[in-house]
C-alpha cells in the first residue's frame, strides 16, 4: 500500500455522524482526532456527538422502528446480502483502514473482514428463519400460540480492538430481528464503523434504521441513551468494569441487555499434548491482535514435563516475529493501541518479573515513535502476581507449570472472568472432562481460535451476559408473546 492509498481512503471515510440517513456535523461543531497508533499521528478528524445529537439519534432511530419492524423478514435478510457482497468489494480497503487506525497487521486486518463480514452472512440466513410455535393447551380448552417480535430501538456499543467485526456481530442480527439502532464505536477506532454505515448506505439502508454516533463523550451520551424510555435494548462490548456501570444504568428501564465483557483465557497444555499444535495454537491465541483480544490467553498452565519444551519452542517463534507498522510486509506484531496501553502492560511484567518470573524475550516497551511493546515470553511466573489476574491485553506469554489434571482445573477456574479456555490433549476422556469442569462460555480444545459466527459466543461469571452468533445470537433482539385463544371446536 502506498501513501497515496492511505491518503484516498482516509478522505473517503465520512467524518460526520450519520442520523437519519444523513450525514451532518455535530451541533457544537466539536471534533475528535483519531490517530496512527504505529506513529503517534493523527490521520483524521471527525464529528464529537453531544448529547442531543444523541438523542436525535434515538429520535431516528425510534422513527424508523415501525417500518423496519414491518420490512418483510426475506428484505431484511436481502440488505444484509448485499452489505456482505459489498464488505467483499471492498474488503481491502476495510482492512487498511482498520490497520491504520488500531494497529493490527494488514494480513490480520484481512483476516477481520472475512470473519466480521460472515455476521452479515449468517443473519441474512437466520432473518426469515424466526419462528414462534402453535398448538393446544394441556387441558384442551385453547390454542396457545407462541410469536416473536423486534425488541424495538437498540443502543450497541463497541470497543476498539475489532472495528468491524463487533459492530457487524451486533448490527447483523439486530437488523435481522427487525430492530433499528443507535451505533456508539470506541473513539480510538471509529473510523471503520464510519465506513461501515456508508456501505450500509450503498447497499439500501433505509433511512433511520442505523445511525452512528461517534464521541469523546462516551459517559454522557450514553447515559442519556440509555435512561430514554423509548430504549428498549442495550448492547455493550468492552471492559467488565464499564459493562456493570452501564448494567446499572440499564436497570431504570428494564432494558434487555447483552454484555460481552473481559477475559483471564487459560491456556493448558497436558503431558500428552502434541506440542507442534500447542505451540501454533499458543501463537495465536496469545499474540493475535498484539494480545488485545478478549479471548487472548491469559495463563500459559503447562504440565511440567513438557513446560520447558514448551517455553524453549514458543520461545524461538517470538524471536523469528517482526515488529512495526501494520502495513509493511511481513510485520506480525503492531503497536498497542496508546502509549498507556504500553505502560500498563510494562507495569504487569515489572510485577511479575519482581515476584521471580523470568524473561525469556522481550520484556520492555519499545523505544520511538508509535506505542510498541516487545512481544514477550515469561517462565516461573509466581502466585499472586498481578499478571495472572488481569486482563493483559498485549502481547506478553506467562507460563505457570501444574501436576496434575485437578491442579489444572483449580488454576484454570481460579478467575473471576469465564470467556474463553484452551486445552490441549489428545485424550479424549480428558478433553471431555475438561468440557465439564472449565467455567467459560467458550473452549478451544486442540486449536487457538474459536470465534465463528455460526457459534454462540459469550462468557460466564464477569465476562458477561448473552450471546452473539449462531443460533443464539438473534434471539437476543427478540421479544417473546404468547397468546391464549379459545378452543376453536
Ligand atoms: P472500554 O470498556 O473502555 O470501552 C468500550 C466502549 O465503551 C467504547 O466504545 C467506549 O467509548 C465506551 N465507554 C467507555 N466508558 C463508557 C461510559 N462510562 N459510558 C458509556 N460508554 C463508555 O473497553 P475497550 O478498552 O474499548 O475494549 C477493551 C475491553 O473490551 C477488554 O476488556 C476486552 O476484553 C473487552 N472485549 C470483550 C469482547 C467480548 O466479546 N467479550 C470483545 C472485545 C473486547
Given amino acids: ?73 426475506r428484505e431484511r435478510g436481502e440488505l444484509l446480502r448485499r452489505a456482505f457482497d459489498l464488505l467483499q468489494q471492498r474488503k481491502e480497503e476495510f482492512a487498511l483502514l482498520m490497520t491504520l487506525e488500531m494497529g493490527k497487521p494488514l494480513d490480520q486486518a484481512r483476516g477481520e473482514v472475512a470473519y466480521g463480514g460472515e455476521f452479515l ?21 385453547g390454542r396457545m400460540i407462541v ?29 435481522a430481528a427487525g430492530c433499528t439502532v443507535v451505533v456508539k464505536p470506541a473513539a480510538l477506532t471509529p473510523l471503520t464503523t464510519l465506513y461501515f454505515a456508508k456501505l450500509l448506505q450503498d447497499a439500501g439502508l433505509p433511512p433511520g434504521v442505523v445511525n452512528v454516533v461517534t464521541t469523546s463523550a462516551s459517559g454522557p451520551v450514553s447515559e442519556a441513551i440509555i435512561g430514554d424510555p423509548r430504549l428498549r435494548k442495550l448492547s455493550f ?130 523505544e520511538g515513535p508509535g506505542s510498541f511493546y516487545a512481544a514477550t515470553v515469561l517462565t516461573d511466573v509466581q502466585p499472586g502476581s498481578d499478571i495472572l489476574r488481569e486482563e493483559i491485553f498485549g502481547p506478553v506469554l506467562a507460563i505457570v507449570t501444574f501436576e496434575d489434571e485437578d491442579e489444572a482445573v483449580a488454576l484454570a477456574n481460579d478467575t473471576e472472568y469465564g470467556l474463553v479456555s484452551y486445552v490441549f490433549t489428545p485424550d479424549l476422556a480428558r478433553g471431555q472432562r475438561m468440557i465439564d469442569r472449565l467455567q467459560t462460555g467458550m473452549i478451544g480444545l486442540n486449536v487457538g481460535v474459536v470465534s465463528n459466527a455460526a457459534a454462540p459466543f459469550g462468557g460466564w461469571k464477569l465476562s458477561g451476559l448473552g450471546r452473539e452468533g449462531g443460533a443464539e445470537g438473534i434471539g437476543e433482539y427478540l421479544e417473546t408473546k404468547y397468546t391464549l385463544t379459545p378452543d376453536p371446536a
Fill in 147 to 175: 410469536s416473536r417480535h423486534p425488541v424495538g430501538p437498540c443502543y450497541l456499543i463497541t470497543p476498539w480492538n475489532f472495528p468491524l467485526a463487533m459492530a457487524t456481530r451486533k448490527v447483523a442480527p439486530a437488523l
Fill in 1 to 73: 500500500m502506498s501513501e497515496s492509498d492511505e491518503t484516498r481512503l482516509l478522505a473517503n471515510v465520512p467524518d460526520g455522524l450519520f442520523i437519519a440517513g444523513a450525514w451532518r456535523p455535530a451541533t457544537d461543531s466539536a471534533t475528535l482526532a483519531v490517530h496512527d497508533p504505529a506513529t503517534g499521528r493523527e490521520i483524521k478528524r471527525i464529528a464529537s456527538a453531544t448529547v442531543a445529537d444523541g438523542t436525535a439519534a434515538l429520535d431516528a432511530a425510534c422513527d424508523a422502528a415501525a417500518g423496519w419492524a414491518a420490512t418483510p423478514a
Fill in 237 to 366: 462490548t468492552g471492559s467488565t468494569p464499564v459493562g456493570q456501570k452501564l448494567l446499572e444504568q440499564a436497570a431504570t428501564g428494564l432494558l434487555r441487555t447483552s454484555m460481552e465483557l473481559g477475559g483471564n483465557a487459560p491456556f493448558i497444555v497436558f503431558g500428552d499434548a502434541d506440542l507442534d499444535r500447542a505451540v501454533d495454537g499458543a501463537i495465536l491465541a496469545k499474540f493475535r491482535n498484539i494480545g488485545q483480544a478478549c479471548t487472548a490467553a491469559n495463563r500459559f498452565i503447562v504440565h511440567r514435563g513438557v513446560a520447558e519444551e514448551f517455553a524453549r519452542r514458543v520461545t524461538e517463534r517470538v524471536n523469528a516475529f517482526t515488529t512495526g507498522r501494520g502495513t509493511a510486509e511481513g510485520v506480525t506484531i503492531g503497536p498497542l493501541i496508546d502509549d498507556s496501553a504500553v505502560a500498563k502492560i510494562d507495569e504487569l511484567v515489572r510485577d511479575a518479573v519482581a515476584r521471580g518470573a523470568h524473561v525469556r524475550a522481550g520484556g520492555a516497551p519499545i
Fill in 121 to 141: 452472512r449468517w443473519f441474512s440466513e437466520e432473518a426469515p428463519r424466526i419462528q414462534g410455535r402453535y398448538g393446544p393447551n394441556p387441558e384442551g380448552t
